[in-house]
């Protein structure tokens, strides 16, 4: 045994000098000897009075690192006999520092299909032709920060608590109130879930409605954030064919359905309108089924001529759809504030889920959102950017027209922040994707919204947040994409 | 037709003093009459110019109308012969104003699971003894308040995007660097994955981490929270015993896990904390079954004589725990951040996993954080804090000892901003916990922490957020509660 202490007490040394307290260092030190075995277990360790002379340390130190050993359960006190250390299994290898394969265990089947879902891929590119990316020099950044900043100071119970899992009350009452103007849907603000921006919304839908291996209509060409959402939860994905006519509705050979997934207000990645007459179809299979039906209402507030269409959610009887918004992109994305309208006899269930999956936005920023919307600078806002939007969309169409044509035609459209443009011969749009990426783009094939379905190529440019000078110069880098392109593969003549 | 016509403009009229755009008006009542059947299918409609004499409005209010009405599909141009309603299903009853029972289909099994989970319940107490609350009053607001303003006034696009999944890299940078000396973790700044609190790293863990009925040890008792996510990512548990005295993690009843539930630091309910062989022996039952280890360290950071004991995933070799923090507790609740720690490999995994689930904290509040960390203020409020929270529980104690000793016994633990109190004399917790409701206390029972063995009785106490007046006024409350108890039903003698 006294071998044992001296061995120990070799080992141990303090340094004066260092941050770290000496009785932090002692501790230490002692742990990472026992944990090697260099102080085997069961050995009895010196007093702590003379270890404390040995390292002419205060007895409290030691004192101190010894009752943290002890809380740890690294070393045992028996009355009389003085302190030794706990029969613990000694020495485990340290890791190796550099090991390629680590030895932690895969994901599960689950985390698989979860982390292999189709995500947008984003390119290097400088120029952000990205689609769905809004203005936000725009933004009203000092009104939107002292408003921020008033509910930062309060200390107001019902910003600082853990209740109001489904939302901040003030701004899912805002929200009930102006989504009637907004979208024609009338709803109580019990309806009203807010959560961490619209993929939280289309996971969390997906997970309370459907089970593993029920059916879900997805749109296809569709939005991959809706796909992966659904794979997540374990759905197999039927394909409800669109073009820029609109919903293959009548396909006799889809399965039926637990959910119905669509974009009625702009389709994505086509832009188009759902028509009333499909509407109602569309309500009427959700009926025939008992299925529900996922409204994505992404971009519905974004119309620049006549008014915005009225939600899917607003026509009688629509009880079954469930609506998601989202203020992502009529404020800035970053706020990640996206909201489900849901039945009312679901909303307990919906606080319920929210509270276990914790997708619930913060507070203060739900808060700062209800003031900005209740003193008047959402719809201000919102104002401005249609007008601006509209303005960069008829700019964006005349560049094209001029710089382009000779490769694509884009068909203005009545909302959105993103014009869907086609090939005037045949290109693959992987291959102009890739063009663009040299010359600096950021841009969307269209290629890539398809799962099933032979793709039809063309590009989604998004040209809401550029300015007219951006504009013309993401326009002549497209240019210089095709222009390689063609140097690379002169197109057939004819 | 012609008689068509004339009903048509029969119903119609516009409200010339109405806050509503006549276009509106005319929209509106066009698409209400031709929903309800009231303007058959097929009927023509009269021309933009009749129809706006006979309404003296402007001609292009009519036609706005009719573009609105056009672009939604209610209407048909046919070249050279008018606009006529489109052939859609009439009539769909509206839906009745206060139907009971709602015709919107149930929520999936799974819903119904995720929606039964258990969740501490909270009691309407007005005075808060509920656990987990921390203190609120002496959180530096106008600091935080300034630091948001600065980042919500920023335009910097690191803020602004939709990228950044994991979390704000500077904030990863910041935890990673902190939580070698907090915990003793050594780890990168991209293991560290940021998401919208405990919660939901809970929800992420077990979708991404374990399939469908997999097994998952579960403390017994154990936190209610952890429990409703593993259910609901379809888990089979099974019960981990712990006692006051530790973890019995020889259990041979206990199926192969894949995933291991646990709190090393401060064991909720009991704050025991695990010893270095219980830990040494739990990684290898993990590395036998190729298992997880979940370490939720919900309160490691209160630790108020010793250092926070160190973190298990601080041992060498475990790889295989994935460590959950949360700034929930030593800032403020409502911020909703919250942090896993993965192993390296998997790090691009859960950054793809959390842009489907949606779980990201808000990067401004993200980023407020780590200038709140990186500025001082965090390590500043966390020591008052603690001096705080230790100078409230050994008040806390005296007090129990003073007014409650006849019916409770409050042993003083070294960490936590709550304290088990157990009875000295058989009592139902949910009794005790019904008559301090009544008292207007929120109190915990801790048989709620029990799911299958046979529940130890008793109280868990949160002080934490109380002030030594309102401590007094709570214990005074409880002891009303006891008494009123003890006259109902007079305890057995002896």
């Keep these: 045994v006294a071998d044992h202490n001296r061995l120990s007490l070799d080992m141990l040394s303090v340094d004066r000098a260092s941050d770290e307290p000496m009785h932090r260092q002692i501790y230490n030190a002692l742990r990472r000897l026992i944990l090697d075995g260099r102080i085997p277990a069961q050995s009895l360790l010196p007093s702590t009075r003379s270890l404390a002379e040995d390292l002419s340390v205060g007895r409290n130190t030691v004192i101190a690192a010894y009752d943290q050993l002890f809380a740890e359960g690294f ?10 250390v706990a029969p613990i299994q000694q020495g485990r290898p340290a890791a190796p520092k550099h090991r390629k394969h680590g030895r932690c265990p895969p994901l599960s089947r689950r985390g698989r299909i979860i982390v292999d879902g189709p995500q947008p891929p984003r390119n290097a590119g400088v120029i952000n032709f990205h689609p769905g990316v809004p203005e936000t020099e725009s933004f009203p950044f000092s009104v939107w920060s002292s408003l921020l900043a008033r509910n930062a100071r309060s200390r107001d119970d019902s910003l600082l608590g853990y209740l109001s899992f489904s939302g901040h009350p003030g701004l899912r009452r805002t929200i009930a109130e102006n989504i009637s103007l907004s979208r ?62 609109g919903w293959n509705l009548s396909d006799r050979s889809l399965p039926p359905p637990r959910l119905i997934y669509v ?50 959610r607003g026509l009688d009887n629509a009880d079954r759809v469930v609506y998601i918004g989202s203020f992502g992109k009529t404020l800035i994305p970053a706020l990640r ?134 504009i013309l110069r993401a326009v002549l880098a497209l240019r210089a994409a095709f222009i390689g392109l063609d140097r690379k593969q002169p197109s057939a003549p004819g």
Tied chains: 1, 2.
């Design 75 to 84: 070393i045992e006190a028996h009355a009389g006999s003085g302190t030794w």
């Design 263 to 312: 974009t009625p207000s702009c389709q994505w990645p086509f832009g188009t309108i759902m028509r009333i007459e499909e509407r109602l179809q569309l309500l009427d299979i959700a009926e025939r089924h008992g299925a529900w039906i996922i409204e994505d209402d992404y971009d519905g507030e974004y119309r620049f001529r006549g008014r915005p269409v009225p939600a899917l």
């Design 184 to 245: 024609g849907i009338s709803c109580t603000a019990r309806q009203v879930v807010v959560v961490t921006g619209a993929q939280a919304a289309l996971d969390l839908v997906a997970r309370v409605l459907m089970d593993e291996n029920d059916n879900v209509w997805m749109e296809e060409p569709g939005y991959r954030g809706a796909r992966s959402a659904f794979l997540a939860a374990g759905a197999r994905l039927a394909p409800l064919r669109v073009s820029r006519h």
């Design 337 to 470: 504030i996206g909201y489900l309208i849901v039945p009312e006899e679901l909303a307990g269930s919906f606080d319920k889920a929210i509270s276990i999956t914790g997708q619930f936005a913060p507070l203060i920023l739900q808060a700062t959102v209800n003031d900005f919307i209740k003193q008047g600078y959402f719809a201000t806002h919102l104002k401005r950017m249609r007008r601006l939007y509209a303005r960069r969309q008829a700019h964006f169409v005349d560049l094209c027209e001029k710089h382009l044509k000779e490769w694509i035609t884009v068909a203005e459209n009545d909302s959105g922040m993103q014009l869907l443009a086609s090939f005037t011969k045949p290109m693959k749009d992987r291959d102009v994707v890739a063009a663009a990426v040299k010359e600096g783009l950021d841009v969307q094939a269209i290629s890539i919204n398809y799962h099933s379905a032979e793709p039809e190529n063309g590009l989604l440019l998004g040209y809401a947040a550029m300015d007219e000078r951006q």
